[in-house]
Every structure is written in structure tokens, then in C-alpha cells.
């Protein structure tokens, strides 16, 4: 006859099963279930009890709430348990952009930086610039980016701001129109879609950076045979301070023009007959990254 077993020693058998651990109440909860088990036999040979259907369940029941409150307690994030939380990672700053001065000669710009036209300019315009290209703020009306080599900013983006619209480009010795009000959309628009010999889509409502407006697209003619033009060609609007803006023979050019705090500010996107289908790429993944606010 084989001798009684410790109740300890059978709750320890059947955890051995596993690798959970279980806390004291309920070692205390299942062999006081087991006496119970045993009181139940009367008479008969003696034999090992067999633990009932419920002790198995009360025991993995309470396997489950011990891990539970283990993780709880315990858990990622809780102190005492693997050390202090890891601390939150805090995002990188993004760089302040680069400062595109007033220079007499066109500036390199390096690719994937990011630029602010100076305070010399009206409005504060801030891009990417692409690769290969060079930039320039010609003073408080201009400022351009445009492929190295390219020479005047037809292949590139133009920020301008102006009021004199040329009565007839093809006859400059007529002049030029009266100033226009420098923060009228409407008014520079209706100006230069009655332009002569340009040739202009339907203006559109647009918002660049939260800014609203609207975009047009002027087309010059593919030749300038009989015209009498200006020394800087065919000249379609001036600068305050008196430098024209000429398009070449056969030139597209997208325009937006906005109200930024009162403000006029014309965008445009000038392409050449000339240009290739990267300039074009580049050109606008340059307008697609423009960021605009009010000079201070």
C-alpha cells in the first residue's frame, strides 16, 4: 500500500505542468479542497484521491488572475519591474531655413535646403530648393530660383509684385497702363487678361499656403515679327522701380496672384519652348513646397 501523499506535493506536481507560480490563498484554497475530498471516503482500500474537475478549474482560474495582476503591478512602464520607464522620444527640430539675400549676381543653392527670401523683400517666401539651381532677391519687388545657366528666370519661378501692366507688348513706345491698386487681385487680373497679342485662360479661385487668389495662364505669341519692342524685349509688366518682365517668343506662363495681408503677390511659373521635362519637374516640386507670410 503506498503511503499518503503531502497535499503540497500535489498542488507542486500538477504546477510543474507549467511555469506559472501561484500565490499562497491558493495552495491554502485547493488543499483545503483536497481534505475535503478525503473525509469524503468512507470505507474501502485506501487510494490516492484524484483532484476534482473543480480544483483543476479554481487552479487555472487562479494561474490566470495571478498573471494578471502580475502585469498590472508589474507591467511595462511600472516602477520596480525592468527599471524606470524608457523616456518619450522627442522629434528633431527641422532647421531654420537658409536666408536667399540681396545679391547682384545669382546664388548657388544647395539641394533639399530650404530658403527664405530676405527682408528686403515684401513677402516672406520660403522653399525647397531643387537640385542644380540658383537663386536671388533683386530687391523689395523680386525674387527668383531658376536653373543654373538659364540666365533670365524663364525656366524657373518668379516671385514678383508690381502695378503697371504694358499697353501693347508688341508696341512698347504706347507705355504702360495706369498703376493698378497693389492689393487688387481682380484689378491685375482683368489688366492682364486685356493685354493684346496674349492669348489667356480663364481665371481660376486658388489658395497657395492659406492665401487666396487666383491662377491664370498667359501665352505669348510664337514670333515678335513687325513689333516694336522694348529694349528688355517683349515686355509685359514693370517693376516698381522700373525693370521690366519680358516673355520670350512662344512662352507659357502660369501665373498665381494672391492677397497676402494686402499685399499682391504674383507667382509665376514661366516655360520656355526651350525647357526640358526635369525643369518643369523641378520647377514645380519648388512651387509645391512654397510657404508664404506677411513681411513684418
Known amino acids: 500500500m503506498n503511503a499518503p501523499r503531502n497535499p503540497d506535493h500535489l498542488i507542486r506536481a500538477f504546477l510543474d505542468e507549467g511555469q506559472t507560480d501561484l500565490p499562497d490563498r491558493a495552495f491554502d484554497a485547493v488543499r483545503a479542497d483536497i481534505h475535503k475530498t478525503r473525509q469524503r471516503v468512507v470505507i474501502g482500500p485506501w487510494r490516492e484521491p484524484t483532484m476534482t474537475t473543480f480544483a483543476r478549474v479554481a487552479i487555472a482560474a487562479v494561474a490566470v488572475l495571478a498573471v494578471g495582476l502580475a502585469w498590472v503591478s508589474f507591467g511595462p512602464g511600472q516602477p520596480g519591474f525592468g527599471g524606470p520607464p524608457a523616456p518619450a522620444e522627442t522629434a528633431s527640430p527641422s532647421p531654420s531655413p537658409r536666408v536667399l539675400p540681396l545679391v547682384d549676381g545669382e546664388q548657388p543653392l544647395e539641394s533639399g535646403a530650404s530658403y527664405v527670401t530676405s527682408d528686403t523683400f515684401l513677402v516672406h517666401v520660403t ?32 516671385f514678383s ?33 486685356d493685354v493684346p497679342g496674349l492669348e489667356s485662360s480663364t481665371p481660376v479661385d486658388v ?90
Open 207 to 296: 489658395t497657395v499656403d492659406g492665401y487666396a487668389g487666383k491662377q491664370l495662364t498667359l501665352m505669348a505669341p510664337a514670333s515678335f515679327e513687325g513689333c516694336t519692342l522694348s529694349p528688355d524685349g517683349y515686355t509685359v509688366w514693370q517693376l516698381p522701380l522700373g525693370a521690366n518682365n519680358p516673355f520670350i517668343a512662344g512662352q507659357r506662363s502660369r501665373l498665381w496672384i494672391l492677397d497676402v495681408d494686402g499685399q499682391r503677390l504674383v507667382i509665376d511659373l514661366p516655360e520656355a519652348p526651350d525647357q526640358t521635362a526635369q525643369e518643369r519637374t523641378d520647377a514645380q516640386a519648388l512651387f509645391d513646397s512654397i510657404q508664404i507670410a506677411p513681411a513684418d
Open 161 to 193: 509684385i508690381f502695378d503697371k501692366v504694358v499697353a501693347d507688348p508688341c508696341h512698347y513706345d504706347q507705355g504702360f497702363k495706369s498703376a493698378l491698386p497693389t492689393s487688387s487681385v481682380d484689378a491685375l487680373v482683368s489688366a492682364l487678361m
Open 127 to 158: 522653399f525647397t530648393a531643387p537640385d542644380g539651381w540658383v537663386g536671388k532677391v533683386g530687391g523689395p519687388y523680386l525674387a527668383y530660383a531658376n536653373p543654373t545657366g538659364r540666365g533670365e528666370p524663364s525656366h524657373g519661378v518668379i
